[in-house]
């Protein structure tokens, strides 16, 4: 059984936003950090943002002030909204849990959900 359940991606025009949704299943989430990371054809997989479970956050560089990421306790999920996206934004979206942000890999994550950027 995967723990996490990523959801929310499709195809958007240049310019569009998505909010993509990681439900985890069996545990909570917010004893763990969790990092969103994309995976395109021929690139290295690449970090995108995470929250630690004191909600402090980071972003990479090439999708700072574009997304933002957000956890509801409650609901025991995690959010990626994404603005403005660009074609370079195009890959398989996964979440992750993390012991914490920086420094710590990627522990267990779900099998992704399909974002595509293109006019």
């Known amino acids: 059984q995967v723990p996490l359940v990523e959801s929310g991606g499709g195809l958007v025009q240049p310019g569009g936003s998505l909010r993509l949704s990681c439900v985890a299943s069996g545990f909570r989430l917010e004893h763990f950090a969790i990092g969103w990371f994309r995976q395109a054809p021929g690139k290295q997989r690449e970090g995108v943002s995470c929250v630690n479970a004191n909600g402090i956050t980071n972003y990479a560089d090439s999708v700072k002030d574009r997304f933002t990421i957000s956890r509801d306790n409650a609901e025991n999920t995690v959010y990626l909204q994404m603005n403005n996206l660009k074609p370079e934004d195009t890959a398989v979206y996964h979440c992750?849990?993390?012991?914490?942000?920086?420094?710590?890999?990627?522990?267990?994550w779900g099998q992704g959900t399909q974002v595509t950027v293109s006019s």
């Open positions: 992750a849990t993390k012991l914490t942000c920086l420094g710590s890999p990627y522990r267990h």
